[in-house]
T-cell receptor, first 116, second 113 residues
Framework: DTAVSQTPKYLVTQMGNDKSIKCEQN?????MYWYKQDSKKFLKIMFS???????INETVPNRFSPKSPDKAHLNLHINSLELGDSAVYFC???????????????FGPGTRLTVL | GDSVTQMEGPVTLSEEAFLTINCTYT??????LFWYVQYPGEGLQLLLK?????DKGSNKGFEATYRKETTSFHLEKGSVQVSDSAVYFC????????????FGKGTMLLVSP
């Protein structure tokens, strides 16, 4: 009965490879997000999808391509991985009503990506 | 753009000590304010929130009051426990929609017995 789940939990790969991280939420929310947490614990929004439509793309390299096949899923595909992509990636979801203010985001457990 | 500034850590306290973690923000309009907590090896959990000026959020003995005049949302707890050791993030969600969060850099709290 996990609310927001991510797979895999750990991902170790070589530079130049392509990898995907999957996210699913069973909360019935209409908005999903990807955040990146760097080695100093700083969290920054990468993407946001509302009803499967991309609404926020925060100056993320185009090697990162999110895909939302339905409202419950938001996957992150990364091409040509670089050392600087090593981080923890968190998926989150929320239900955003008109105005979109003040609604709690529920976070997944994170995916620790290590690029060698 | 929006920004959140938190006091740098780590904050090291003995059990039952009083905790304050300062948080100030910059945003246009009337953002909602949040404190999230991240326990070691886990994702983020909402600790408390406030959606308008003078609101007080509270949960598990933690409190924070939305002060618009000082643009602050300081986190307090009267008596910390070892189990409170974690990283605490202050965050805001502005009125531009979709509840995207802008986070502070996080403050690590270490509580010793």
């Amino acid at each position: 009965d996990t609310a927001v789940s991510q797979t895999p939990k750990y991902l170790v790969t070589q530079m130049g490879n392509d990898k995907s991280i999957k996210c699913e939420q069973n909360l019935g929310h209409d908005t999903m997000y990807w955040y990146k947490q760097d080695s100093k614990k700083f969290l920054k929004i990468m993407f946001s999808y509302n009803n499967k439509e991309l609404i926020i793309n925060e100056t993320v390299p185009n090697r990162f391509s999110p895909k939302s096949p339905d409202k419950a899923h938001l996957n992150l595909h990364i091409n040509s991985l670089e050392l600087g992509d090593s981080a923890v990636y968190f998926c989150a979801s929320s239900q955003v009503l008109s105005g979109g203010v003040g609604y709690e985001q529920f976070f997944g457990p994170g995916t620790r990506l290590t690029v060698l | 753009g929006d920004s959140v500034t938190q006091m740098e850590g780590p904050v090291t306290l003995s059990e039952e000590a009083f905790l304050t973690i300062n948080c100030t923000y910059t945003a246009t309009g009337y953002p909602s304010l949040f404190w999230y907590v991240q326990y070691p090896g886990e994702g983020l959990q909402l600790l408390l929130k406030a959606t308008k000026a003078d609101d007080k959020g509270s949960n598990k003995g933690f409190e924070a009051t939305y002060r618009k005049e000082t643009t602050s949302f300081h986190l307090e707890k009267g008596s910390v426990q070892v189990s409170d050791s974690a990283v605490y993030f202050c965050a805001l969600s502005d009125e531009s929609g979709y509840s995207t969060l802008t986070f502070g850099k996080g403050t690590m709290l270490l509580v010793s017995p």
